[in-house]
């Protein structure tokens, strides 16, 4: 079976210094993997993927996500939060069909001006 | 496009209640979904399809039904409406199914069962 574990409910950074969203996974074969990111009242936005290619996966607006495969993690970076980052994320992990994703239970990102 | 279009915005049923959440998507994508969001638990699949008349269940699809009759339409039936059933539906889409594809989602359906 496959789930994800998001290790942090609430993540607070001022503006300009680095965002970490921690994220860890199991499954018993090598999984896709996302992170989607949900504004307040909004539906849920891909920021990045990865589906076996570079361990090293650049998004929009300036994140990126290293799949460790040693570690079950792929966490999400960011060097410089921006206001605009404050939202809801969510880890992603398929299953081996490609066809159910399970979902983290999300980060809530705060940006302190 | 308009890409993934839910209907209604907001909803309040009594407990018993039958009704029908409408998603329709205009991109061709031929597999669909179906999740519910709660407080605290992230979102969890209802029910998917990978195309049109072939659906499958998925993590939490007790009480729920789904048909797939056109690429473009994938609608949620609540048969007797349950106030567990209070929730966030989402619906979504991707291109093609079993690739683990980008999934675009559609705005929500909020959805109360008193």
């Known amino acids: 079976a496959q789930s994800v574990t998001q290790l942090d409910s609430h993540v607070s950074v001022s503006e300009g210094t680095p965002v970490l969203l921690r994220c860890n996974y199991s499954?018993?074969?090598?999984?896709?993997l996302f992170w989607y990111v949900q504004h307040p009242n909004k539906g849920l936005q891909l920021l990045l993927k990865y589906t076996s290619a570079a361990t090293l996966v650049k998004g929009i607006n300036g994140f990126e996500a290293e799949f460790k495969k040693s570690e079950t993690s792929f966490h999400l970076t960011k060097p410089s939060a921006h206001m605009s980052d404050a939202a809801e994320y969510f880890c992603?992990?398929?299953?081996?069909?490609?066809?159910?994703?399970?979902f983290g239970t999300g980060t809530s990102l705060t940006v302190i001006p | 496009n308009a890409g993934v279009t839910q209907t209604p915005k907001f909803q309040v049923l009594k407990t018993g209640q039958s009704m029908t959440l409408q998603c329709a998507q205009d991109?061709?994508?031929?597999?669909m979904s179906w999740y519910r969001q709660d407080p605290g638990m992230g979102l969890r699949l209802i029910h998917y399809s990978v195309g049109a008349g072939i659906t499958d269940q998925g993590e939490v699809p007790n009480g729920y039904n789904v048909s797939r009759s056109t690429t473009e339409d994938f609608p949620l039936r609540l048969l007797s409406a349950a106030p567990s059933q209070t929730s966030v539906y989402f619906c979504a889409s991707s291109p093609t199914q079993g690739a683990a594809d980008t999934q675009y989602f559609g705005p929500g359906t909020r959805l109360t069962v008193l």
């Open positions: 991109m061709n994508h031929e597999y």
């Open positions: 499954s018993s074969y090598s999984p896709s």
């Open positions: 992603v992990v398929s299953d081996d069909t490609g066809n159910q994703f399970y």
